[in-house]
């Protein structure tokens, strides 16, 4: 399978955006921040970067607001490693996969333990 230049380019942002983030940015706001994904359009000239947050609702207002306040740092952070023309603008959202996947697995549970008490088999 051929990979697209977008896909490698999202691949070498998505490791440098996590190693910067991970030393740390001097914004309080940013709470414990991880990349879940990055998509980079074909142009070159955007990179949607998906990330999560541990914490609450305020923990993801708060980091959304650091990294977009953060957004021209860490794109000429990027600039200095990617051997690019353009360093693509940056787009943060919050990746919502994992609250679904959390409320799905707590209906799963939920729906097990109302079972356990009237399963017709055991008696």
């Known amino acids: 399978m ?3 230049r977008s896909d490698k380019v999202a691949e070498t942002i998505h490791e440098l955006l996590s190693s910067i983030l991970s030393r740390g940015l001097n914004d309080p706001r940013i ?3 991880t990349i879940t994904a990055v998509e980079v359009t074909d142009d070159l000239h955007l990179a949607r970067v998906f990330y999560t947050v541990i914490g609450d609702e305020a923990a993801r207002t ?6 977009n ?3 021209g740092f ?3 952070e990027l600039g200095k490693s ?4 353009y360093t693509p603008d940056l787009l943060f959202k919050y990746d919502h996969s994992q609250d679904y996947g959390t409320r799905i697995d707590s209906l799963l549970k939920e729906i097990d333990t109302s079972n356990d008490g009237n399963d017709p088999g055991h008696n």
């Open 2 to 4: 051929q990979h697209k």
């Open 31 to 33: 709470g414990f921040v």
């Open 62 to 67: 708060n980091s959304e607001a650091g990294l």
């Open 69 to 71: 306040s953060a957004r």
């Open 74 to 76: 860490l794109r000429r």
């Open 82 to 85: 990617l051997s690019m023309r």
